[in-house]
C-alpha cells in the first residue's frame, strides 16, 4: 500500500475540503509518495505541529472523521502515553516483537520456497505485458493456493490475530421507512422462515423499487438457496469488493480466498514479495503503454473479472473501490473499476474492534503502525460476508448506479458511516497533522 502525501504548494492557502476530482474508472493508478514525508517546504511561515490550538483539532476532526484516530496512541501514533502503556510496550519490544518478526520472517521465506518450487522449469504469462502464473493449472497450482491460504493465515496468527470472527448473510435485511415499511419487512420475515426447504425465495426478483414505501432508492434482496446440488456457475461473483482498513485486509483475503489484487509493477521485482505477487496472479499497473493494443489496466481487469465469473478455475479479483484506507468506521464513495464489468460481485465487511491499540492505517507511518501491532498481544478482526450481488440491467447500464447501491448495502449490513470525502481530503488532513497550512499540489492529480 502506497502512500498518500508528496509535494506541498508553495502558496498559503485555507484547509478546506477540496472538491475531488472525477472518478477515474480504471481506479487502479497508484502513486509513489512515501507517507507522511513531504518534501521540503521554501521558506516562510508554517505552522508547527506543537501549536496547533485545540479548536483547530477539533475542526480537522470533524472535517475528516473518516481518517481520524482514536486509540491510547492518539492521531499519527505520537500521544503522549501512560506510564503502564510505555511499560507495556517495553516488555514486547523485548519478547513479543522479536519472536514475531524471525516467526513471520521464516513462513515468509517458507512459502517462496514454496513457489519457487512449484513455478520451476514454468514461464509466467506475459499477455497484456503482465507477468503471472495464477492461470497455470494441476498440482502447481493447488499447492500454491493451499500453502499460501495457510500461510496467510499463519501470518495473521503471529500479529495476534489468534481468532477472526466471520458472519455469512444469507438474507440481507432491509431498512424500511415509511407507511408500509413495518409491514412489508414483516412479510419477507414470515416468507423466510416458511421457504426452508425452497431452493430460491422470488429467485424471478432481483431489484425492488421502494420508493412509494418511503425507501428512497433501491435494494436488492438476496436469494436463499437451500440445496448444494443447484448449479452455482450464475451465483458465482467475477470480483470481491471490500472496504479498506489497513494492509492487513489483504492477508485476510489471502488466507480466505487468495484473490488477485491490482499492484505496482515495482512489486514484481522486490526479493520475496515478488515472485509471491506473480503467484497470486496480480494485475500490476503500467505507467505507460509498450504496444500500440495495449489495454490499460482497467481494460485487463475488467477481462479477469469476466473470466472469473465464467471459470470457476479462473482466479478471482479483489478490489477496494474506496481507493485508500479509512479508520475502519466510515464508507468512502465507491470508484466503478469494480463494476464496468457488469458481473456480479461479493461484498465483503472487515471491522477491527480494539482497545488500545487500533489496527487501522490511517494518519499514522508504515513503520510505527508495524511496531505498534507486533507490540499489541491480542488483536481482533470481524468479517462479514454478504450474498452475492447480481446487478440488475439498470445497474449493468449505469456502473455509477452499481457500485452505489453496493456501497450503501454493506454500509447498512456493516455499520458503517457513509462518508463523502476521498484521497484528496486525506492528503490535505495528513498536510496540517504534519504542520503545513499549504494546500498539496496533488489534489489536482489523479486519485489512487
Not at 183 to 202: G, R
Request: with cysteine.
Amino acid at each position: 500500500m502506497e502512500s498518500e502525501l508528496k509535494t506541498l504548494n508553495p502558496n498559503p492557502a485555507q484547509i478546506q475540503p477540496t472538491q475531488r476530482s472525477p472518478p477515474v474508472d480504471d481506479n487502479l493508478t497508484k502513486d509513489d509518495r512515501p507517507l507522511l514525508k513531504p518534501e521540503p517546504v521554501p521558506p516562510g511561515p508554517t505552522q508547527n505541529p506543537a501549536t496547533t490550538t485545540a479548536p483547530d483539532i477539533e475542526e480537522l476532526e470533524k472535517k475528516y472523521a473518516a481518517y481520524v484516530r482514536r486509540d491510547v496512541y492518539g492521531v499519527m501514533g505520537r500521544g503522549d502515553l501512560p506510564w503502564v502503556e510505555k511499560l507495556l510496550l517495553g516488555l514486547a519490544l523485548v519478547t513479543l516483537v522479536p519472536l514475531r518478526l524471525v516467526s513471520g520472517l521464516t513462513v515468509l521465506v517458507l512459502y517462496y520456497f514454496i513457489c519457487r518450487i512449484c513455478t520451476a522449469f514454468l514461464a509466467p504469462n506475459r499477455e497484456d505485458e503482465q507477468e503471472d502464473y495464477a492461470h497455470m493449472g494441476g498440482w502447481r497450482r493447488a499447492v500454491i493456493v493451499q500453502t499460501g491460504r495457510f500461510c496467510s493465515r499463519a501470518l495473521l496468527f503471529i500479529f495476534g490475530f489468534y481468532w477472526i470472527s466471520e458472519t455469512h448473510r444469507d438474507i440481507v435485511d432491509v431498512s424500511f421507512n415509511g407507511k408500509f415499511g413495518t409491514q412489508v419487512a414483516e412479510v419477507w420475515t414470515i416468507l423466510d422462515e416458511k421457504c426452508d426447504k425452497v431452493w430460491s425465495l422470488m429467485s424471478c426478483i432481483n431489484l425492488f423499487d421502494w420508493k412509494q414505501l418511503g425507501y428512497s432508492g433501491t435494494h436488492k434482496l438476496s436469494t436463499l438457496t437451500e440445496s448444494k446440488d443447484q448449479s452455482q456457475d450464475s451465483a458465482r461473483p467475477g470480483v470481491i469488493v471490500s472496504n479498506h482498513v489497513s494492509y492487513l485486509d489483504i492477508l485476510y483475503h489471502m488466507s480466505s480466498s487468495f484473490p488477485s489484487f491490482v499492484a505496482k509493477r515495482s512489486v514484481a521485482k522486490l526479493p520475496l514479495v515478488g515472485l509471491i505477487s506473480k503467484c497470486l496472479g496480480c494485475v500490476y499497473v503500467q505507467r505507460e503503454s509498450k504496444s500500440s493494443d495495449f489495454k490499460g489496466v482497467s481494460g485487463i481487469v475488467n477481462d479477469r473479472i469476466k473470466e472469473a465469473h465464467q471459470d470457476k478455475n479462473a482466479p478471482m479479483m479483489m478490489l477496494f473501490p474506496e481507493g485508500t484506507t479509512t479508520n475502519g468506521d466510515f464508507l468512502l464513495p465507491f470508484k466503478t473499476g469494480a463494476f464496468l464489468a457488469k458481473a456480479p460481485v461479493l461484498p465483503v465487511i472487515l471491522r477491527y474492534p480494539y482497545q488500545r491499540f487500533s489496527p487501522a492505517w490511517d494518519s499514522i507511518s508504515g513503520v510505527r503502525h508495524v511496531f505498534f501491532l507486533l507490540c499489541q498481544f491480542v488483536n481482533y478482526m470481524e468479517v462479514t460476508k454478504l450474498p452475492v450481488y447480481h446487478p440488475s440491467q439498470q445497474e449493468k447500464d449505469d456502473p455509477r448506479l452499481y457500485a452505489e447501491n453496493v456501497r450503501r448495502l454493506m454500509a447498512h449490513e456493516g455499520g458503517l458511516v457513509l462518508s463523502d470525502i476521498g484521497l484528496a481530503e486525506k492528503r490535505v488532513y495528513h498536510a496540517a497533522l504534519n504542520g503545513n497550512t499549504s494546500i498539496p499540489t496533488v489534489l489536482h492529480q489523479k486519485d489512487d
